[in-house]
């Protein structure tokens, strides 16, 4: 069975986001970046569902040769090979259309990306992807079962939790409880230098949308201390002030 | 320039979502002076559906098929793409809930409409057209300019207010085509969170964390969200040890909420905490160390402790919902 997994490098979650003095980009000044802690889960998934059905995990990048060391983190983790194309991610859509041309000619049984990535949080990349390869898409899914050619998808709906089947081939968008990521070992970590990384050249893609600004949320103002021994001040702040209530 | 709401319902009902993007939609295309139709897939009533006139729909386009009772994204997709097709729709607006994020972006690729996801506002510009929503997990805001011809906004709920006026929308029935591909995945269960409000759907949300020491000590937790209408939530080390469930979790790696009022009460506000919460348009923290981060990103604090501060807050409301 063929896996493909479509990862991302965003700010250690851990970063205090600024952004360049023209706000037209974000500020990546000593910032660590790690792969994306949602499509971590869907490599530790895709690789256990290797264990027991057989067959080749493959990690594919949109972005610069900077991303290099994470993709390189991806196979120590696990993955057999890695594709990286070539360019500077713009949008979802321009993402999601990389990576299409690349699957359509290399035919994946399984592609899985994170829910979302942690720095544009759109969600879009697993469900374009579909919807470009004419496959059916699963956003949001906290449990994957393969059963030969059905797989069972459990993913978060308003109030609840879904169960999907779908045919493979599918494209799914990983959200936690999918899997526990899983740390590299020494083993993973030396063999990871000498497996495949094939670099190939974006294809020409409209660019539909692009983000032109940026800037930080509006600070809030100073906190009101209430004494404890007097909550219901609380209550009448909350009412009468905050309207909240 | 006409505009097209996919108007969700959650077993033939609509809800706030639903309304707020009704309301964005139609103030849109009052701005440009363009049409207001709404989709509705699956068996809404008649009396439902003309009353998405109330928000600002003057029609509703509503598409009835045994196949679409439960979400498909690639069938919704198809039908909400048709009808934008037939309604020569130049904005497209999805609210931006699981269904909605499930939907936008095959609608956006069928459309080569270029996508918001996750809309908090008007548009600050209509040429170019520039929507700001949040990035880096609530830290960070950013303008995304769409550059395509059509557009489709993923309206993030509780981001926009809900606009009611008279109104009555007139009904038509839509068939669109289906593909056999659009029904390759299928919807074999639903298992509902039960009784309690969708936790991105409160408006008032008490959440609590490691400071309540066990999972025994959330009766009071529950007692006072009750007491408020709210939604519970909890910190992740709390959702990790099993003391709550999953489905409870917010933060960076949880779920984003932007409630009116955030009641935390023994979560210490680290970053990645914040970053799921910090949309809240009133936060009151309840902690005993006064050095709690959280402190700075609230509105109101107490310093005190949660066992005794949270009983007297329990009577203060029950005493204040008595005289209101
Ligand atoms: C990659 C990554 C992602 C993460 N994602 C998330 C996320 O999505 N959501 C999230 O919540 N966390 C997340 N975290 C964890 C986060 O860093 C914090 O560890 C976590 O939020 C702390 O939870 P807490 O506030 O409940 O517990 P603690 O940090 O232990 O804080 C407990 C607080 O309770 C107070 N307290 C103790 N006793 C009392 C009492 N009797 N009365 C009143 N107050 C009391 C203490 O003063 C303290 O402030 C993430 C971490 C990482 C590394």
């Known amino acids: 069975m063929k896996f493909l997994v479509c990862i991302t490098q965003v700010p250690d979650t851990t970063t205090k986001i600024t952004f360049t003095p023209d706000k037209k980009a974000f500020n990546a000044a000593g910032v660590q970046f790690i792969i994306n802690p949602y499509d971590e889960i869907a490599l530790t998934r895709a690789l256990e569902l290797k264990e027991t059905l057989g067959g080749t995990v493959t990690v594919i990048n949109v972005g610069q040769a900077v991303t290099e060391a994470n993709i390189r983190k991806a196979l120590a983790i696990g993955a057999d090979d890695a594709i990286r194309i070539n360019t500077e991610p713009t949008d979802a859509y321009y993402v999601a259309f990389q990576i299409a041309e690349v699957a359509k000619k ?140 | ?39 509705v897939v699956g068996n809404v009533s008649d009396e439902d559906m003309k009353a998405l006139g109330k928000y600002g729909a003057q029609k509703v386009l509503s598409v009835k098929n045994d196949k679409l009772n439960a979400m498909n994204p690639s069938a919704y997709a198809s039908a909400i793409a048709q009808a934008s097709q037939k309604e020569s729709a130049k904005i497209i607006v999805i609210s931006y809930t699981y269904s909605g994020r499930s939907v936008a972006g095959r609608v956006a690729v069928r459309m080569k409409a270029g996508l918001v996801a996750g809309a908090t506002a008007l548009p600050s510009s209509t040429s170019p057209f520039t929507i700001r929503k949040k990035c880096f997990s609530g830290k960070g805001l950013t303008d995304v300019v769409v550059s395509s011809d059509v557009k489709v906004v993923g309206l993030t709920p509780n ?10 929308a007139s009904i038509e029935s839509f068939t669109p085509t289906f593909s056999d591909a659009d029904f390759a995945s299928t919807s074999k269960e639903t298992k509902k969170t039960s009784g309690k409000i969708p936790l991105t759907e409160a408006d008032i949300v008490v959440s609590a964390g490691r400071g309540l020491k066990g999972p025994e000590n959330w009766g009071m937790v529950e007692q006072l969200a009750e007491l408020l209408g709210a939604a519970t939530a909890c910190s992740k080390p709390v959702a990790d040890v099993g003391w709550r469930p999953h489905h409870e979790h917010v933060g960076q790696t949880g779920i984003t909420i932007g409630p009116n009022l955030y009641i935390a009460i023994g979560i210490s506000g680290a970053i990645q905490h914040l970053a799921g919460v910090s949309s809240s348009k009133v936060i009151v923290v309840i902690n005993n160390d006064k050095e709690a981060p959280f402190f700075k990103a609230a509105n109101y604090g107490i310093c005190g402790d949660a066992f005794e501060v949270v009983p007297k807050l329990i009577e203060e409301v029950k005493k204040f919902k008595s005289a209101h």
């Open chain 2, 159 to 168: 981001s926009y207010k809900v606009n009611t006026a008279d109104g009555s």
């Open chain 2, 1 to 39: 320039m006409s505009v097209l709401i996919f108007a969700e319902n959650w077993d033939g009902k609509f809800k706030k979502s639903t309304y707020e993007a009704i309301s964005y939609g139609a103030e849109l295309a009052k701005q440009a002076g363009g049409s207001v139709t709404a989709v």
């Open chain 1, 106 to 245: 290399n035919g994946y049984d399984v592609i899985l990306t994170g829910k979302e990535s942690i720095d544009y949080n759109g969600g879009q990349v697993p469900m374009m992807l579909g919807e470009l390869m004419g496959l059916p898409s699963v956003s949001v899914a906290t449990k994957l079962d393969i059963n030969g050619t059905v797989a069972t998808l459990e993913r978060e709906i308003d109030g609840g939790k879904e169960v999907v089947e779908t045919k493979l081939p599918f494209v799914a968008g990983a959200q936690k409880g999918m899997a526990e990521p899983r740390i590299p070992n020494m083993r993973g970590i030396m063999t990871a230098r000498t497996k495949p990384l094939t670099v190939v050249e974006p294809a020409a893609c409209d660019l539909l949308s692009s983000s032109v600004l940026f800037d930080s949320p509006a600070a809030k103002g100073e906190c009101k201390m209430i004494d404890p021994n007097n909550v219901g001040e609380l209550v009448n702040l909350l009412h009468t002030e905050a309207k909240a209530i």
